[in-house]
């Protein structure tokens, strides 16, 4: 039976510790998750759209600061470099077909990486976003610690970088589906490294759902183009904006 008191106790023991951001974080995740598996595991109910509503809910219900959350938060925070690195094991595995396929993988890294980055600014401009917001967006397909360095070093505001990080993400798992039965697109290895390039590390889980090897296309895409943005994306931005007059 619930017991009102017990759980007042309970939350007053998490709020006054960093337990709580941790917690939170893990027990939006669970729930998110649930609901993704009572959908069918529908790529519309993506389950980190859901644990991050589900974590600003309660951030705005309790009056709770990020930064009070975080600081238990980045516990689940510094696993993201392990988990990164990580995504080689599966890659290795797939070494042979990425040789076959040196080429036109590298086209089409090359190709993915700068459309990214030229269809950001150059929306964005159209939109009439200021130079500032231009450079910021810029790097959004590229995970997150590379896109925070890239922009940064643009000019941008790394924070507001990391946002469009997340839903430049989301947006991919969700869409990306639909998108490649409406282009007819079949191949695993193509999915996967579609995604990878066009949403970095909440493509490449999603990409790991469908099969192994699109979760190693995918995590070969999100490697490769990080590095791509950080070497294209210093000239490229500057570039466009000095020939848009900015």
Same mark, same amino acid.
């Given at each position: 039976?619930?017991?009102?008191?017990?759980?007042?106790?309970?939350?007053?023991?998490?709020?006054?510790?960093?337990?709580?951001?941790?917690?939170?974080?893990?027990?939006?995740?669970?729930?998110?998750?649930?609901?993704?598996?009572?959908?069918?595991?529908?790529?519309?109910?993506?389950?980190?759209?859901?644990?991050?509503?589900?974590?600003?809910?309660?951030?705005?219900?309790?009056?709770?600061?990020?930064?009070?959350?975080?600081?238990?938060?980045?516990?689940?925070?510094?696993?993201?470099?392990?988990?990164?690195?990580?995504?080689?094991?599966?890659?290795?595995?797939?070494?042979?077909?990425?040789?076959?396929?040196?080429?036109? #993988?590298?086209? @089409? +890294?090359?190709?993915? %990486?700068?459309? =990214?980055?030229?269809? *950001?600014? /150059? &929306? !964005?401009?159209?939109?009439?976003?200021?130079?500032?917001?231009?450079?910021?967006?810029?790097?959004?397909?590229?995970?997150?610690?590379?896109?925070?360095?890239?922009?940064?070093?643009?000019?941008?505001?790394?924070?507001?970088?990391?946002?469009?990080?997340?839903?430049?993400?989301?947006?991919?798992?969700?869409?990306?589906?639909? #998108?490649?039965? @409406? +282009?007819?697109?079949? %191949?695993?290895? =193509?999915?996967?490294? *579609?995604? /990878? &390039? !066009?949403?970095?590390?909440?493509?490449?889980?999603?990409?790991?759902?469908?099969?192994?090897?699109?979760?190693?296309?995918?995590?070969?895409?999100?490697?490769?183009?990080?590095?791509?943005?950080?070497?294209?994306?210093?000239?490229?931005?500057?570039?466009?904006?000095?020939?848009?007059?900015?």
């Amino acid at each position: 039976m619930f017991n009102f008191d017990e759980f007042t106790h309970f939350w007053v023991y998490l709020a006054a510790s960093p337990l709580l951001g941790l917690t939170l974080t893990l027990c939006a995740y669970l729930c998110a998750q649930w609901i993704y598996a009572r959908c069918g595991f529908s790529p519309l109910a993506n389950p980190v759209a859901i644990a991050i509503t589900i974590i600003a809910i309660v951030l705005v219900a309790s009056g709770m600061s990020y930064q009070r959350y975080f600081a238990g938060a980045q516990f689940v925070h510094f696993l993201l470099g392990p988990a990164t690195v990580a995504l080689a094991v599966p890659l290795a595995r797939q070494v042979p077909r990425l040789r076959r396929n040196l080429v036109p #993988l590298a086209c @089409a +890294l090359v190709s993915g %990486s700068v459309t =990214a980055i030229v269809s *950001a600014v /150059g &929306v !964005a401009a159209i939109l009439g976003a200021s130079p500032e917001l231009e450079r910021s967006i810029a790097p959004k397909s590229a995970t997150t610690p590379i896109a925070m360095a890239v922009s940064e070093h643009l000019g941008g505001v790394p924070a507001l970088t990391a946002v469009l990080v997340i839903l430049t993400g989301i947006c991919g798992a969700v869409m990306a589906k639909f #998108l490649f039965n @409406a +282009l007819r697109i079949e %191949s695993h290895a =193509a999915r996967g490294l *579609a995604l /990878g &390039v !066009a949403s970095h590390g909440i493509g490449t889980a999603r990409a790991f759902q469908v099969s192994a090897e699109m979760g190693a296309y995918a995590g070969l895409g999100m490697g490769l183009n990080g590095v791509l943005t950080a070497l294209l994306a210093p000239w490229l931005v500057p570039l466009m904006l000095d020939w848009m007059g900015k």
